[in-house]
């Protein structure tokens, strides 16, 4: 028998919106030991100078996680511009400058090229793996880290607001895989006035907006006060929601206990489904499994072993620190 896994098997979304300051880790952590929960990741770091919407997956959520990194990213950024960093945003050295500022209508001119499909070099420091080691773990050492530029797209890029002659307001919508910070930094380097990144915040991800969001300081509150701890699980949406833009096709008791076992099953007649690709499988309401249908035929690539839960009977304590 395997050791029996610390927590409660709780399962769904909760979705953060994050301050500057702690990791998307810690956060993590924070909301893990929130809901006592067994598992828990997140939808997409967000870095420690970032704020914003960060999907914290718990249970067996952590399976849809992929659907909502894959989903559209929504951020609105501040660009400080006249100096270039190590980092590409405030937290980093100065590496160049320049007394040149750029007018606003050349900031809309030079926007035009970074909409639709751009090639863009991540940061230096960045989590992408390079030899086994991540690029930022290279870069501390003092090492140039050679990057292959990659595609990403860029669906929708406004200014916002130019501030003054030093800062202008940005909102982007983009797919994953995108940096704000090599934005700025691109930006900068076409307007030949170098600029880094100095605020950003994530207006949404996938199907997660900041209508459904709460603050990180205001879930401590609920999970460490007695009268206010129902209110805590208020915030902990299905997993489901995390799949909104795919099918979801009903199946019976025993279609349900055939796709959980790992076997494929059969839906014919005038009521089968008539698109092919994932679906989302659900019993009584209950989700059962992500399946790939084609020609008729459900195979479960996915299954959920979902159990009834509710809130623990005492309120679980975040640590003193928050995180």
């Known amino acids: 028998m395997g050791r029996r896994k610390k927590g409660d098997p709780v399962s769904g979304w909760v979705i953060v919106d994050k301050p500057v300051g702690p990791t998307s880790t810690q956060v ?9 929960a067994q598992k828990a990741g997140h939808a997409g770091t967000l870095d420690p100078l ?21 989903g559209e990213k929504v951020y609105r950024f501040t660009v400080k511009w006249g100096s270039a960093t190590s980092t590409d945003d405030a937290e980093g050295d100065i590496v ?38 991540r690029a930022y773990d290279i870069a501390r050492d003092g090492e140039t880290v050679e990057l292959k530029s990659r595609v990403v797209t860029i669906y929708e890029a406004d200014l916002v607001e130019t501030l003054d002659v030093d800062h202008s307001i940005f ?9 704000v910070r090599a934005i700025a930094r691109d930006l900068g380097e076409v307007l030949g006035c170098f600029g880094h990144v100095v605020a950003l915040r994530r207006l949404a991800t996938g199907p997660f907006e ?18 206010a701890h129902p209110t805590l699980w208020e915030h902990l949406h299905p997993l489901e929601t995390a799949l909104d833009d795919i099918p979801a096709v009903a199946v019976s008791e025993a279609d349900a206990f055939r796709l959980k ?29 992500l399946a790939e249908y084609d020609r008729g035929e459900l195979k479960p690539v996915r299954v959920f072993n979902l159990t009834d839960q509710g809130p623990p009977r005492t309120p679980s304590v975040a640590s003193s620190d928050g995180f």
């Open 96 to 133: 160049a400058s320049s007394d040149e500022r750029p007018l606003e209508s050349a900031v809309k001119t030079a926007l035009e090229g970074f909409r639709g499909e751009i090639s863009q070099v991540p940061p230096q420091f960045s989590a992408i793996k390079v030899g086994g080691e």
């Open 171 to 179: 909102e982007i919508v983009c797919s994953k895989g995108t940096y």
């Open 28 to 36: 993590v952590g924070a909301i893990r030991r929130l809901f006592n």
């Open 210 to 227: 900041e209508e459904r969001s709460i603050s990180l300081d205001k879930l401590k509150e609920f999970g460490n006060s007695a009268a």
């Open 261 to 289: 076992q790992g076997q494929a099953i059969l839906l014919r007649g005038r009521d089968a489904p008539v698109f092919e690709g994932i679906a989302l499988t659900v019993a009584g309401g209950t989700p059962v499994a």
């Open 50 to 70: 970032a704020e914003g919407i960060l999907p914290i997956a718990l249970g067996e959520a952590t399976k849809t996680i992929p659907f909502v990194v894959d």
